[in-house]
């Protein structure tokens, strides 16, 4: 693939600049960071689109937190003016991270994510009786900065971009320094999905897996048989493991018969359920949204924009009896 260069001139154009603000914005509207930052605008425009044409951008200066749901995790939030700068940078450079992936990746794509990828996961369990499934251990804390700078030079050959990416990369480590991208960064999440896309294309066009997703460091193989798997996740494993330095959780086989654990939810090949975690979560967030609610901490409209997406998650799986109890909670 040809790699792509003088993106910079366009990366800083102001209005690119503008849009990179508004996407940056989009549900944060009167958070006192952002009413400040718009309060000086286009003072702040100009700002950032001389960093960049100067390639001496502001990062770094994160805020951290925890996250206990569905597990503990670091949360490394980046201020204001630098999401604006990540948008300004994917603005342009989102056709050419999107270029390199299969279709079978499904995290953070326009018309892909979770959904797509429980319907080709049952579409596989359909077709083929066995799988594996296999996620990364602490991936976004084990990639490596050497190897993940390598592969932007292979799409970009923008000296000035490509410096900027140095500097958002180096400006979060994990350990020695050389390893670790933040949970949280629009950046973060490119650098990621685009880490892992030379193992998607090993297993597609090395090892000729018959049946392949990946969700971010979340992959499942199917095919006819264990023994079959077995050997071409052996080959993808070390692939994996001595190209890209990462290491796997223990990784588990069986029957699409008996369902497959993916994304919060157990598919089989002609219905789709609630995993057992998943089920234990929505009830706890449920009683916490009516606790808001009955609390006064939330208005009626707040308490809608919290309690519709935990409906939409369990309504896509036979979920029927927990919906109604659900609606009866909720009217009673």
Known sequence: MKRAGNLMDRIADIENLHLAFIKARKSKQGQSAVLAYEKDLDSNMIMLQSQLLLNRVEVGNYHYFTITDPKVRQICAAPFCERVLHHALMNVCHPWFERHLISDTYATRKNKGTYAALDRARNYARTYSHYVKMDIRKYFDNIDHTILKKQLVCLFKDTALLTVFDQIIDSYHVGDGS??????NLTSQYFANHYLSAADHFAKEKVLIPGYIRYMDDMLF?????????????????????????????????????????????????HVKLNKRSKIRFKAKMVRCEENLDSGKWNQYEYQ????????????????????KTINFETG
Do not use: W
Not at 179 to 184: D, S
Not at 311 to 318: K, N, P, S, T
């Open 179 to 184: 390893k670790g991208v933040p949970i949280g």
């Open 222 to 270: 199917f095919g006819d048989s264990r023994e079959e798997l077995q050997q071409k996740t052996k080959l993808f494993v070390c692939f994996v493991e001595q190209s890209l330095l990462l290491n796997f959780k223990p990784i588990v086989y069986g029957t699409t018969n008996k369902g497959v654990v993916f994304l919060g939810y157990k598919t089989y090949p002609f």
């Open 305 to 324: 924009q919290h309690v519709m997406p935990l409906l939409a998650f369990i309504q896509y799986a036979d979920t029927d009896r927990l919906r109604n």
